[in-house]
């Protein structure tokens, strides 16, 4: 890993969580249905690899927010990181994870690319930055107040939990995943909930800045 | 190069850590930083190497403040103790995930050095630093401080758990070290007699305060332990600067720090003995406590 682009390889690992569990999706839908078809196939990949994709990547990179800072950030600052340099590669992997996710959700949504699905994916681009900036500010006071540290690592859990028990009920009972956001009364109001989602990522950027700037660092 | 510490407090609620902390490190010196449990000597140590803020005062290295500065902390490593419960920042790290982060973040870096010493330590490098034992995590934090080449390197406790082998080879190393490169080292350790010899300088911290910051060899040549009968050692200490004086019934004993060119001659009922290091410590540091 090189030290200035740390918060590339981290995006690339989320992304990577991402292709991998939406490639064992894949695999077992075609075991599922006990054929094999490119178009079938293709099916599956507009389905699962589009808001689906970057629902978990943003996941991902909250869960992996909440461990870099429970584990290599300090360390970082030990081997003489500026807490300045440590935070903006923060930034830059949430960003990074989130736009590439949303590329590759737009270019994999197949005949899905509408304005609604525009709206979609931008909502639930800011709505994933919202919950990774929730992450970081509770990371960063964990640092300081370690059972902070545990409810936020329990609440991603959590969120991963149900979607995952969410994904294979769906799939159990229906061999395929319907994966329908009840979302629609929201993106009427898309624009406003959009302002809520970046006000707030922005306040928690701002406080958990304020925060770390003078955190204490214990390895 | 060198490092100052100006007015340095550090307060954790209502309690002060340091109590103003004015400190010069110069550049190729030996520093042993000696105190007692909780004296601050972590606490101080981790504020030079900005890795915690101070409350109030400024650390400087040639005149530009640490902290936030990417330039100034690239000569400076702190090797702390690593905490291996399984809640600290690298509990879930390999001995060789730890080493691969120092190396991509501290930029002089010796690899070779870093290879060597982990061979030289026996070190398993797919161990993970929760499995290690205290020695074995000593070990690891001193080849990141010796190959991290900074100019200014503090060590917290080095030597804690380690066998009187390794001790003996850390020893070696950091003169060796020291002798090639002229890197400063400041070292923090309660074993004072066995790294006395290698302290150019001994900073006593006590209870949040530096009591003395002076040239090793200069403090035990200036300093004699006066004991005998009662009278007579107080004709020979009258005027000098002395130290815990004991009465136990007609004899009496204190030490004496000489000045610049004062001399002390036993004379009758009289015996004037050497100190050494941890001696000088116990008598300024051990208040009540002291046997």
Known sequence: MRKKKSWFYHAADNLCGMALFLGILLVLIAVRREEFSWESAKTVIHNYFSLPGIVLAGVLGAFNVILLYESTEPLKISFGCTRKQVFRDMQAMKIATLFTAGILSFFLSGQERSRIFLKELLFWGLLLLFLQSICECMSILGMRYKGLMLVSILCISGIIGFVVAFMAMDFIKNGEIHMEWPISGVLENWLLWAAVFLLGTILLVFFSWKFFRKAEVHI | ?291
Request: with cysteine; net charge neutral.
């Open chain 2, 1 to 291: 190069m060198k490092i100052e510490c100006r007015d340095v407090r550090k307060n954790y609620k209502k309690k002060e850590v340091l109590k103003g902390i004015d400190l010069v490190l110069e550049k190729g010196k030996i520093y042993g930083l000696i105190g007692r449990n909780g004296a601050g000597k972590t606490t101080l140590l981790s504020i030079l190497s900005a890795q915690n803020p101070a409350s109030f005062g400024n650390i400087l290295l040639d005149g530009r403040e640490i902290w936030e500065n990417a330039e100034a902390l690239s000569h400076i490593y702190f090797a702390r103790e690593i905490i291996t419960s399984s809640n600290s920042n690298a509990s879930g790290l390999k001995v060789k995930e730890y080493l691969k982060l120092a190396e991509t973040y501290l930029p002089r870096w010796d690899k070779d050095m870093a290879q060597r010493l982990t061979e030289l330590f026996h070190l398993d490098r797919k161990q993970r630093i929760t499995k290690l034992s205290k020695g074995m995590v000593s070990m690891l934090q001193i080849v990141v401080a010796l190959a991290s080449k900074a100019d200014f390197t503090f060590l917290d406790e080095p030597v804690s758990g380690l066998d009187v082998v390794a001790r003996e080879a850390f020893y070696r190393l950091l003169l060796e070290e020291f002798t090639e490169t002229e890197r400063t080292f400041v070292i923090s350790t309660h074993i004072i007699e066995e790294a006395a010899d290698i302290f150019e300088e001994v900073i006593f911290l006590h209870e949040g305060k530096i009591l003395l910051k002076e040239n090793t060899q200069d403090l035990l040549e200036h300093s004699v332990y006066v004991s005998g009968k009662t009278e007579a050692v107080d004709r020979l200490i009258q005027g000098k600067q002395i130290y815990c004086p004991e009465v136990l019934g007609r004899s009496k004993s204190a030490l004496v720090r000489l000045r610049e060119g004062e001399r002390l001659s036993g004379g009758e009922g009289v015996t004037l003995q050497g100190v050494n290091l941890q001696k000088i410590f116990v008598v300024l540091c051990g208040g009540e406590e002291r046997v």
